[in-house]
């Protein structure tokens, strides 16, 4: 399991550029110490942030433009966490200077955008995409596919996730999230969506419902924040999704996000926060599995904040797969498939009608 609590060795050392200090601050203190993947620069809007984080993480650099940070010759791959409605101008920005990317999830915010980041990463073979879907990388979904690939649940017959999250400090603290563009469904429902087909392969058709939380209305936040959403896949077999994100939730006992898989041999239920799976395999007693000796690698930050270790095992696993010159997943062609999933989503909710997912 790839980076699972602990920083692993690559194989050669790179250097990362983050871009985006609100999510980034996380991967900047998660890789503090990284016998390999060092921190050389650091950028954000706000010079006095993207200086203070560099002082406190002794990182040698810090930049408030993006361009200027790109010129930079040892940075290697550059990470991006701006907000959602800019990473394609600066996943272009990245690629046309000759850096690797590392782009947060939701990859762009259209299909059209997504198409042309296929067509750069295509058109520049010798340079890599990965998209950080970062709940891919938690403990107990690692633990999960680990199963999965082992045979242990069988074949699966239907999965269903969730991303249930009181929003209300993202709807204030985030000016930008009530700017035009933005939208909680490619921003939140991106997690539950991509790890759905991860498992059940490319969808074929959804259908969608979508409201506004009285929580929204109240603190300016002005587009729908609840989805719920059934999906065909390709294979025939059907699958559910919920987002759910004004509410007043149970922090400590119920999980954000939520990954459960059915198979012929066994159950997986996979939680985040919570460093717990609920596992049911065929000929055993069902059981509660703990992680807790991971608890410091995921959760560097007060509380349950920054997601610092998710961060570090994806960043591990690309740079392991640039090192040995396989493709790192999810790539920009699996982050099209997510990014055309939603879109159809966002149709068959303004429609009201089964909509078809759009191929590549």
Request: glycine share 10%.
């Amino acid at each position: 399991m790839e980076g699972h609590g602990r920083f692993t060795k690559i194989g050669r050392s790179f250097g990362i550029g983050i871009v985006g200090l609100g999510e980034g601050k996380g991967l900047v203190k998660g890789l503090a110490g990284h016998p390999d993947l060092t921190v050389v620069a650091v950028c954000d809007a706000n010079e006095q942030l993207a200086h203070s984080v560099a002082q406190q993480f002794g990182v040698p650099h810090h930049y408030s433009s993006l361009e200027a940070m790109l010129a930079h010759e040892d940075i290697d791959i550059v990470a991006i966490y701006t907000p959602d409605q800019l990473h394609f101008t600066h996943i272009r920005h990245a690629f046309e200077a000759g850096k690797h990317v590392l782009c947060t999830k939701p990859l762009v915010n259209t299909l059209d955008e997504a198409r042309e980041v296929v067509e750069y990463v295509r058109a520049t073979p010798e340079r890599q995409l990965m998209v950080g879907q970062s709940s891919r990388f938690f403990g107990p979904m690692q633990h999960q596919r680990q199963a999965y690939e082992a045979g242990k649940l069988g074949a699966l017959s239907f999965a269903e996730t969730q991303y249930v999250h009181d929003m209300r400090w993202f709807y204030n603290e985030r000016s930008w999230a009530r700017e035009g563009g933005f939208d909680l469904l490619f921003a939140c429902c991106s997690h539950p969506v991509d790890l759905i087909r991860w498992y059940m392969g490319d969808v074929e058709e959804v259908t969608a419902y979508a409201s506004q939380s009285e929580i929204a209305k109240e603190n300016g936040f002005h587009g729908n924040d609840t989805f719920v959403i059934n999906l065909k896949f390709k294979s025939g077999k059907v699958g559910r999704v919920l987002g759910l994100y004004g509410l007043e939730h149970l922090h400590q006992t119920r999980p954000w996000i939520e990954v459960a898989l059915y198979g012929s041999k066994g159950t997986f239920i996979g939680k985040y926060p919570q460093l717990e799976a609920q596992i049911k395999y065929e000929g055993e007693k069902e059981r509660i599995e703990h992680y807790f000796e991971d608890i410091y690698h995921y959760f560097q930050f007060e509380g349950v904040n920054h997601h610092a270790g998710e961060f570090v095992n994806y960043t591990e696993h690309f740079a392991r797969c640039l090192h040995q010159g396989v493709p790192a997943q999810p790539d920009a062609e699996d982050g099209f498939r997510t990014i055309a999933t939603l879109e159809a989503i966002r149709q068959s909710i303004r429609e009201g009608r089964p909509v078809r997912v759009q191929e590549l």
